[in-house]
């Protein structure tokens, strides 16, 4: 088995191997009912987005342009990164998502922390993420453009392409998914600085497989917040993220022409977006998981 994978299967068979020397624990059935439901879920997405795909028409030329304004990132890392030992690690890292969740929801059980919110916020994830796929359907540079990464074509025609590949591009959840594992794993040092890693390796790995334009990640951002909020009954907080992904939707597809000829401003509003996103998740009256404001012990394990 792959290193990258096999880290975080074994650290889930660790917490696993603890609550079951615990004896009469019911959180080991907990654990082990929440995976197989983890895994479950994450299977039914996948056989919906594949009877999806052949339903909608895909919007990746709208997202494309948005992201030559951008620099078109996916195609350089992609040419900078392939082939080789490290691209390799990062698309394993890619199919690690699942294990990442349900790390940061073990850690939760274990150390008397916040399951309950960490599930309820994996679910919105991935259960808004789907309507939003089907609001903006694309499948990513890889399936868009058939020479990719080595030719990255000139400003096309805007019109939508009748691809196979399943349309789970905008927002990115694998972007949405690292984040909220980095802000859950907050209140421990050493799983926090590891999930920290892991949002980095997660931008190089989304962009240089070809599923996602950097504009797909950039939205994440402002998606991650309203499912945090959402999550912890923070309603009003959630609808304005929620808001603002939409808008962002709304851009991409009607506003393609003045991004091309403003790519300068459009540069500022990713730059406030994410920032915006970043400033929230780090103002503790606005980000309550804290030790300071839950029942997290003193001394909190790592």
């Known amino acids: 088995m792959p290193l990258p994978l096999a880290i975080p299967l074994v650290c889930w068979l660790v917490a696993v191997g603890v609550l079951a020397l615990r004896g009469r ?3 080991l059935v907990n654990l082990l009912v929440v995976s ?3 895994v479950l879920g994450l299977a039914c997405v996948g056989i919906a987005l594949q009877a999806a795909a052949r339903h909608t028409a895909k919007y990746d030329l709208w997202l494309y342009t948005a992201d030559m304004a951008l620099g078109a990132p996916s195609f350089l890392l992609a040419r900078l990164m392939r082939p080789g030992a490290f691209y390799t690690v990062l698309v394993w890292l890619y199919d690690a998502m699942p294990m990442t969740m349900l790390l940061a929801y073990a850690a939760h059980l274990l150390w008397a922390g916040k399951p309950e919110r960490v599930l309820a916020a994996f679910a919105l994830n991935f259960g808004t993420g789907y309507c939003i796929y089907l609001l903006f ?5 890889g399936y868009a453009f058939a020479r990719f990464p080595a030719f990255a074509p000139a400003a096309p025609a805007l019109h939508p392409l ?3 590949a399943p349309p789970n591009c905008m927002p990115s959840l694998h ?5 909220l594992v980095c802000w859950f794993l907050r209140p421990w040092r050493i799983p926090h600085a590891a999930a920290m890693l892991n949002v980095v390796l997660t931008v190089l790995a989304t962009l240089a497989s070809g599923e996602h334009y950097l504009v797909d990640l950039i939205v994440a951002a402002p998606f991650t917040v309203f499912v945090y909020c959402a999550s912890g009954r923070q309603w009003r907080a ?3 993220w929620l808001a603002a992904v939409l808008a962002w939707c709304g851009l991409l597809r009607i506003g393609a022409a003045w ?3 403003v790519p300068g401003a459009f540069w500022g509003i990713c730059a406030l977006t994410v920032g915006a996103a970043w400033l929230y998740s780090m103002y503790p009256r606005w980000l309550p998981l804290t030790k300071a404001s839950t029942n997290w012990p003193a001394e909190a394990p790592g």
């Open 175 to 179: 972007m949405s998914t690292a984040l």
């Open 238 to 240: 959630g609808a304005a």
């Open 259 to 261: 991004i091309t000829a």
């Open 162 to 164: 009748h691809l196979l």
């Open 137 to 141: 359907p694309a499948c990513g540079p």
């Open 36 to 38: 197989f439901t983890c």
């Open 25 to 27: 624990d019911l959180r």
